[in-house]
């Protein structure tokens, strides 16, 4: 094996960078931080305004930003990526340049808050959306209208943990011609590929398990090539140059990038860069120990459920076995018995960090119907399942031994005092 040929996951993402000719022989790509960029020949400027390979302006991207979208498109096996200055900003170009007024959506019921609340500003705009559970694909085969340009869903729902049917749903939409958009951030690109069921485009929240330290935000968007374009009718004619395939992620690009400027920032793509490169092995220790705290749980009087897909009772147990390589996500949904304060729980753990993120390397759990969720309203959280005493539990790569006991002392402390 030559030099530049890596096969393993941790492998590739080490050596992207190496790769190419980074500037005087560094292991990463440096940081980019110029605002423009300069050229001898004028000719050349207009070559890249009229789509040549190359840099104008930092709102449209950087070679350190596209360093790392390399690397994105390495781990998901895709044909290209655009990143974003966060994950919302990615799924939000994605709706906001690929639809228009009059479209139809088919989306997963049991989205993240702060994409349902998206998803309700396309309404107002004129794109309607109809919820539906995706771990049953014959719902979402059954809403499809005539209008219908895009079926939208996570891997694994946050909190509630239910897996989506995403190979049933690729053969749908390829069968219909619908564009398929994945959120792969609950499981990362090192637990699942959406190219491996038909998915169009993937989106990752790089904030979370892909950068893994709470110290960037970020947003990708990954073009699997596996759409044909030259079909879709929303596509600007400006942008129907080269093969059709990435024309789809062309559009988003312009129009996420130039015109609505969610752009990434080249100090926050390096971040992000350097924390992807030990995801394999975050992802190894978070799963493993999410899977012992899930089993603890599951046991103790003063837990009334857990959603895990990692337990053999979860509804989708054997359908993320086969989507994910046996490994199950370090997220957890946990339902205290009636009786336990979720807020009195919470406040005595001692290594768990009490905060509003997720893939991080630090576990960390929130009252899920008071906080991210609280905005929906009671009705919406009961469609979904979020009672008041839910807790979202994101679990990190501490020591698995430290994390059981600091569940155990905080429900030993709670059960005394009922």
């Known amino acids: 094996m030559s030099k530049n040929e890596h096969s393993g996951f941790t492998t590739s993402i080490l050596h992207a960078d190496r790769r190419k000719a980074v500037e005087h022989g560094a292991i990463h790509k440096p940081l980019h931080t110029s605002t423009e960029y300069?050229?001898?020949?004028?000719?050349?400027?207009?070559?890249?305004?009229?789509?040549?390979?190359?840099?104008?302006?930092?709102?449209?991207?950087?070679?350190?930003?596209?360093?790392?979208?390399?690397?994105?498109?390495?781990?998901?096996?895709?044909?290209?990526?655009?990143?974003?200055?966060?994950?919302?900003?990615?799924?939000?170009?994605?709706?906001?340049?690929?639809?228009?007024?009059?479209?139809?959506?088919?989306?997963?019921?049991?989205?993240?808050?702060?994409?349902?609340?998206?998803?309700?500003t396309l309404d107002r705009l004129g794109v309607s959306v109809t919820f539906v559970d995706p771990a049953n694909a014959q719902q979402v085969k059954d809403a499809i209208r005539p209008e219908t340009k895009m079926i939208f869903t996570e891997t694994i729902a946050n909190p509630g943990t239910?897996?989506?049917?995403?190979?049933?749903?690729?053969?749908?939409?390829?069968?219909?011609?619908?564009?398929?958009?994945?959120?792969?951030?609950?499981?990362?690109?090192?637990?699942?590929?959406?190219k491996s069921v038909k998915a169009s485009l993937v989106m990752n929240s790089l904030s979370k398990y892909i950068c893994g330290h709470?110290?960037?935000?970020?947003?990708?968007?990954?073009?699997?090539?596996?759409?044909?374009?030259?079909?879709?009718?929303?596509?600007?004619?400006?942008?129907?140059?080269?093969?059709?395939?990435?024309?789809?992620?062309?559009?988003?690009?312009?129009?996420?990038?130039?015109?609505?400027?969610?752009?990434?920032?080249?100090?926050?793509a390096h971040r992000i860069a350097v924390g992807a490169e030990t995801l394999a092995l975050r992802m190894k220790q978070s799963c493993s120990n999410a899977l012992a705290l899930a089993r603890f749980l599951e046991k103790h009087p003063g837990?009334?459920?857990?959603?895990?897909?990692?337990?053999?009772?979860?509804?989708?147990?054997?359908?993320?076995?086969?989507l994910f390589n046996h490994r199950f996500g370090g997220l957890l949904g946990v339902e205290l018995v009636d009786g336990i304060d979720c807020f009195e729980f919470l406040n005595k753990l001692n290594v768990v960090v009490l905060a509003?993120?997720?893939?991080?390397?630090?576990?960390?759990?929130?009252?899920?119907a008071h906080t991210i969720y609280y905005e929906m309203g009671p009705a919406r959280r009961a469609e979904m399942g979020i009672g008041d005493n839910l807790l979202r539990v994101s679990v990190g790569i501490e020591d698995e031994e430290d994390l059981i006991n600091d569940f155990r002392q905080a429900l030993a402390q709670c059960m005394d005092a009922a």
């Open 214 to 268: 709470g110290n960037a935000l970020g947003g990708a968007v990954t073009n699997t090539g596996l759409y044909d374009w030259s079909g879709y009718d929303n596509i600007y004619d400006n942008y129907k140059t080269g093969p059709a395939n990435a024309w789809g992620l062309t559009q988003i690009k312009k129009k996420g990038l130039r015109d609505m400027g969610a752009t990434l920032s080249s100090d926050a």
């Open 162 to 194: 239910q897996i989506a049917d995403l190979s049933a749903i690729g053969d749908i939409c390829e069968l219909h011609n619908l564009v398929y958009v994945i959120d792969n951030t609950l499981t990362s690109p090192w637990l699942f590929q959406g």
């Open 356 to 368: 509003t993120h997720l893939g991080d390397a630090r576990t960390l759990a929130l009252p899920v």
């Open 38 to 120: 300069a050229f001898a020949d004028s000719r050349e400027l207009a070559a890249v305004f009229q789509g040549k390979s190359g840099y104008t302006y930092a709102r449209q991207g950087t070679p350190t930003t596209a360093a790392l979208e390399d690397k994105i498109t390495l781990m998901e096996g895709g044909a290209g990526t655009v990143t974003f200055a966060t994950g919302m900003a990615a799924l939000s170009s994605i709706f906001m340049t690929l639809l228009k007024q009059g479209d139809h959506l088919v989306s997963s019921q049991f989205v993240f808050g702060n994409t349902n609340s998206l998803l309700g």
């Open 303 to 322: 837990i009334a459920s857990v959603r895990y897909p990692g337990l053999s009772q979860h509804p989708q147990h054997e359908r993320a076995a086969t």
